[in-house]
């Protein structure tokens, strides 16, 4: 098994995170004082309890997501997250392609963009539709597999590279091709 560790949260990761939190707390805590109490108007509190149990809920969902490092064993690249991992078959890896700039212009189809990671399906020019495992976009590595792109950001792109080169000794280490498929 190699193991590599996640890139550090930049600035911008942090700051999206906190300020993300601290609204969503903020929402939850003007939601419990605006709870209506003897009213008369049936179900008004518990309505007024599920809207300001809500937002916690979310930061806490999100945190569950945390990317904190990549392992690869048995032919498949693991996202270590929180509490569990994510397994990623590396079956067919074919190209990998280093680039700070690829996530760049990106579309977010579904996921998270910057509640403690940058995780899920987006979608740019130059890789078409990707799945994201995330914590600094200027780390960024496009793994072209057989079902798809899947783009991380390990702390060290080479020593990375040179794992997967090692483990997966016919890949191609460079950029994508023309039309930007995954092939």
């Given at each position: ?40 108007v ?14 916690p ?13 990549y ?35 990106s ?5 998270n ?6 995780t ?36 060290d792109?080479?020593?990375?590279v ?22």
């Open positions: 098994m190699k193991s590599f560790a996640s890139a550090s949260w930049p600035t911008s990761l942090k700051i999206s995170s906190f300020l993300g939190s601290a609204l969503l707390v903020a929402v939850s805590v003007a939601a419990a004082k605006a709870i209506p109490r003897g009213t008369g049936p179900f008004a509190g518990a309505v007024g309890s599920i809207v300001a149990f809500v937002p809920v979310i930061v806490l969902f999100a945190s569950l997501f945390i990317v904190r490092s392992e690869v064993e048995s032919g498949s690249l693991h996202i270590r997250r929180l509490l569990w991992s994510t397994p990623i078959p590396l079956t067919g890896l074919h190209r990998i392609y280093v680039d700070p700039d690829m996530m760049k212009h579309l977010r189809i579904f996921g963009g910057g509640l403690f990671s940058i899920g399906v987006y979608q740019n020019a130059a890789l078409g539709r990707y799945r994201a495992f995330v914590t600094d976009p200027r780390y960024s590595i496009a793994l072209f597999l057989p079902k798809g792109v899947v783009v991380v950001s390990p702390a792109a080479e020593e990375f040179n794992g997967l080169s090692s483990l997966f000794p016919g890949v191609e280490v460079g950029s994508p091709n023309i039309s930007g498929n995954a092939d």
